[in-house]
C-alpha cells in the first residue's frame, strides 16, 4: 500500500483505526481547531503530494459539525496537491433526503454531494445508501458496498429451517429479498405508510410467517417506530420468534433500549458504521464489523482492481 494516506475525522476514529489496522497503514487523525467565532479551521498532518488520499468521515451526530469537517479535510488535501481524494462515508445521513415529496423542500442527499464534489471528492466509497438514486446525486464515482455478507455470516449460526427474512416495508424488500438469497430463505414485507418522522403504520404483512421465525431487516432503525409497529403485526400473525438487524444502528431517542425492552426479540444486530457509545449497550445487542470489507475495498480503489467483485455470494 505505497503511496497511500488515510485520514480520520472526528466522527468515529475508532472505524477509521480499524480499517488502517487491516490495511496495515498508519491513521492520520485530522487537527481540528476552534476559534472564538465558532468557526472551525482543518489541519492534515502528513503528507498528501501525488498520493491517494482517503478521507474517513461517516455524517453521524452532529452532523452538521462532521459535514463541515469533511468539506474543510477536502479542501485542505485539494490544497496539499492529492492525486486522488477519496470520501469514505460509512453512513451518509442526509441520504434519506432524496426526493421531493412535499412543497418547497429541499433534497439534502442531491445538495450535500455537490458540496463534497465542488469540496474536492474525487470519488466516494458508501456503505447501505437509504435509497439507490442517491447514487446518482454524485458527479464523480461511487462505490456503493452493503453489509448484507456480514449481517448473513452472523445468522448462519442459527438453526434456520424454520426462519423467513422480513422487510418493514416494501421501499426495503429487494435488500431482505438479496438477504434471504444469500440465507436461502422466504422473504416477506410489510405494507407501510408513514405520517411523521415517528409515526407509521403497517397494515399487514405479505407473505408467510405465521409460526414461524423472523429476522427483521432494515437498512437502518433510528427511532424504532418502524420496527416497534412491526412487531405488533408479527405478534398478530403468532410468530415463534424474532430477530432485528440493520446495518446503520443510530438508535436516536432510546431506541435501542425500547426496542430491546419487547420480551419477544431475543437479539438486535446492526454493524459499527454508525459509533454506539457504551451507555447504549444492551445484552440484547451485537455489533458487527464492516471494517474489514471498508478495508478491502480502499485496497482495491488503490489498486485499480474490482470492487464489485465484494458482492460475490460467498
Known amino acids: 500500500m505505497r503511496d497511500i494516506t488515510v485520514f480520520s475525522g472526528s466522527a468515529h476514529p475508532e472505524l477509521a483505526a480499524e480499517i488502517c489496522a487491516h490495511l496495515e497503514v498508519p491513521l492520520h487523525p485530522v487537527r481540528v481547531q476552534r476559534f472564538a467565532n465558532d468557526c472551525i479551521e482543518v489541519q492534515l498532518p502528513a503528507n498528501c503530494r501525488e498520493r491517494d488520499v482517503f478521507l474517513i468521515q461517516p455524517l453521524v451526530q452532529p452532523v452538521q459539525e462532521n459535514l463541515v469537517e469533511l468539506l474543510l479535510m477536502l479542501d485542505a488535501a485539494r490544497g496539499a496537491s492529492a492525486a486522488?481524494?477519496?470520501v469514505v462515508l460509512p453512513h451518509y445521513a442526509y441520504a434519506r433526503s432524496d426526493k421531493k415529496d412535499a412543497p418547497r423542500i429541499s433534497i439534502g442527499g442531491r445538495l450535500v454531494a455537490d458540496l463534497l464534489v465542488a469540496a474536492g471528492a474525487g470519488r466516494v466509497l458508501a456503505m447501505t445508501l437509504h435509497s439507490p438514486q442517491v447514487h446518482g446525486?454524485?458527479?464523480?464515482?461511487?462505490?456503493?458496498l452493503h453489509a448484507l455478507?456480514?449481517?448473513?455470516?452472523?445468522?448462519?449460526?442459527?438453526?434456520l429451517s424454520n426462519t423467513t427474512v422480513v422487510s418493514p416495508d416494501l421501499g426495503n424488500a429487494k435488500e431482505a429479498a438479496t438477504f434471504a438469497r444469500l440465507l436461502g430463505l422466504p422473504v416477506a414485507a410489510g405494507a407501510k405508510q408513514r405520517f411523521t418522522d415517528d409515526r407509521v403504520s403497517i397494515s399487514s404483512v405479505i407473505g408467510d410467517v405465521a409460526g414461524r421465525d423472523v429476522i427483521v431487516l432494515d437498512d437502518e432503525i433510528a427511532k424504532g417506530s418502524t420496527i416497534v409497529e412491526l412487531l405488533d403485526r408479527l405478534r398478530e400473525l403468532r410468530v415463534r420468534s424474532i430477530r432485528i438487524a440493520?446495518?446503520?444502528?443510530?438508535?436516536?431517542?432510546?431506541?435501542?433500549?425500547?426496542?430491546g425492552d419487547q420480551r419477544d426479540v431475543e437479539e438486535i444486530v446492526c454493524t459499527n458504521t454508525v459509533p454506539i457509545s457504551a451507555e447504549?449497550?444492551?445484552?440484547?445487542?451485537?455489533v458487527l464489523s464492516i471494517a474489514p470489507a471498508l478495508a478491502e475495498a480502499m485496497r482495491r480503489i488503490h489498486n485499480g482492481e474490482s470492487v464489485s467483485a465484494l458482492f460475490d455470494a460467498p
Open 137 to 144: 446525486f454524485f458527479s464523480v464515482p461511487v462505490d456503493h
Open 280 to 286: 447504549k449497550h444492551i445484552p440484547k445487542l451485537k
Open 246 to 259: 440493520c446495518t446503520h444502528g443510530l438508535f436516536a431517542g432510546g431506541a435501542l433500549k425500547r426496542i
Open 149 to 159: 455478507r456480514e449481517i448473513a455470516a452472523h445468522f448462519r449460526q442459527y438453526d
Open 84 to 86: 486522488r481524494t477519496t
